[in-house]
């Protein structure tokens, strides 16, 4: 299976912290995919992040990749409230997901 | 485009009833997908299509689920008979091209089998 599992199940910070979250994998992949996911909808694509490249960035978000580690990572930079949610990663060819990691942020 | 559609948005039910679900993608997508999500289990990926055609099938629970999608902008989830375990929220998703694209989801449907 390509599914990605997320790590830790759960986390809980303070608004202005950062939050990381990891993301590891079984098989080779041609690439990977962040969601979140707030409580009660659907799922919405946050970055997508290639074999190739090593880090991305988008606004607050910082996704790294290690293909030798078969691991990836998503970093909130300076967190809100807002950001409550839950995170997943999927892999390319059949995207599976795993059972996210929930990130609560306290104002 | 107004996203993925899903109708209906919860659906209470008795156990033994036939149950359909169902997903209208973005115009244009040509892969679909069906996932269930529960605490027990996460987000399950249970079929998904490729230009209308099922593609993996393997994550269906068992023979009481079924999906077709007779044409580009419309696909069905059925499960008969429905049981108390089936209860989840049922997502559809679609994307513009299977391997890796980035996926559009609908807003779920919550199933309820009483």
């Known amino acids: 299976s390509q599914q990605g599992e997320e790590d830790p199940q759960a986390l809980s910070i303070q608004e202005g912290e950062n939050a990381t979250m990891n993301c590891s994998y079984k098989t080779s992949i041609n690439n990977l995919q962040w969601y979140r996911q707030n409580s009660g909808r659907g799922l919405v694509h946050l970055i997508l992040?290639?074999?190739?490249?090593r880090e991305k960035h988008s606004g607050r978000l910082r996704v790294t990749l290690d293909t030798s580690k078969k691991s990836s990572s998503l970093l909130i930079t300076a967190s809100r409230a807002a950001d409550t949610a839950s995170y997943f990663c999927a892999t390319d060819l059949i995207p599976t997901f795993g059972r996210g990691t929930s990130l609560i942020v306290h104002p | 485009d107004a996203g993925v559609i899903q109708s209906p948005r919860h659906e209470v039910t008795e156990m033994g009833q036939e149950v359909t679900l169902r997903c209208k993608p973005i115009s244009g997508h040509n892969s679909l997908f069906w996932y269930r999500q529960t605490m027990m289990r996460g987000l399950e990926l249970l079929i998904y299509?490729?230009?209308?055609?099922?593609?993996?099938d393997s994550g269906m629970p068992e023979d009481r689920f079924s999906a077709k999608m007779p044409n580009a902008s419309f696909s069905t989830l059925k499960i008969q008979p429905s049981e108390p375990r089936d209860s989840a929220v049922y997502f559809c998703?679609?994307?513009?091209?299977?391997?890796?694209?980035?996926?559009?989801f609908g807003p779920g449907t919550r199933l309820t089998v009483l």
């Open positions: 992040i290639r074999s190739n490249e």
């Open positions: 299509f490729n230009n209308n055609v099922p593609i993996d």
């Open positions: 998703a679609s994307s513009l091209v299977s391997g890796g694209a980035e996926q559009f």
